[in-house]
């Protein structure tokens, strides 16, 4: 508050206008420098100006946003491992899923385990859905993931440009459901609503046949004359 009153302030000035002792005036200046509420020029002697309270708290909430995505990931990446890991001998190769969050789920499992190759088939009606799953797709790229996206001409400007900041992108016309493959060994098929009517209606399969003959399909389709670069 003092040196939002007084402008550019030695500790001095400060421990006279706070009313600080000058032993403890300059860690409470280093305090508030360290956490960038506080500007120092390092002059004889050092003079602080307090920064705009506006552009602080914004520098602020940036900083925290940053360190909670790096913990979240941190976290994802830890903890899914050992979900992943349990009963691993015990599971089935096979699994149906049935509705949004529980395919969403299982989705997002499949990109934290991906390695190497992420391959998506996405028809126009699953566009909307990589809003969810975009943060992971960001970081599939950081870990040099090659990712490529098959979708449909039908996409808007703004989904392709989103899509294009972290994947190859083509488009075809003619798409028979959608899917995602990673490393050629895990694989969501995406199918339509089925015995549930609108429900939507997947299969995630580890079995190594099923990954690689969707990957061989996905890469007829991908270089299929009907298939154009964005």
């Known amino acids: 508050m003092a040196l939002l009153k007084g402008g550019t302030m030695t500790a001095s000035d400060v421990s006279r206008e706070a009313r600080i002792p000058y032993s403890k005036v300059y860690d409470a200046l280093e305090s508030l420098h360290r956490r960038g509420w506080v500007e120092e020029q390092k002059s004889r002697p050092i003079v602080y100006t307090a920064k705009p309270p506006d552009t ?25 491992g050992i979900y992943v890991n349990r009963g691993e001998q015990e599971k089935p190769d096979i699994w149906i899923m049935r509705g949004t969050n529980e395919i969403l789920s299982r989705v997002k499992n499949l990109l934290l385990n991906c390695r190497a190759e992420l391959l998506i088939a996405l028809p126009p009606q699953l566009v909307s859905f990589t809003d969810r799953i975009e943060p992971l797709m960001a970081m599939l790229k950081e870990k040099g993931v090659k990712t490529m996206v098959l979708t449909s001409p039908e996409i808007t400007e703004e989904s392709a440009s989103k899509l294009a900041k972290y994947s190859e992108l083509r488009t075809r016309k003619t798409m028979y459901g959608g899917g995602l493959i990673s490393d050629s060994r895990e694989v969501v098929l995406l199918l339509a609503g089925g015995d549930q009517g609108s429900l939507p209606l997947a299969i995630w399969a580890s079995h190594h046949g099923l990954a690689s003959f969707a990957k061989d399909y996905f890469e007829f389709l991908w270089n299929s004359p009907g298939t154009s670069k964005l």
């Open 56 to 80: 602080a708290l914004e520098e602020l909430k940036s900083r925290h946003e940053t360190e909670r995505k790096e913990n979240e990931q941190v976290a994802l990446e830890e903890l899914m």
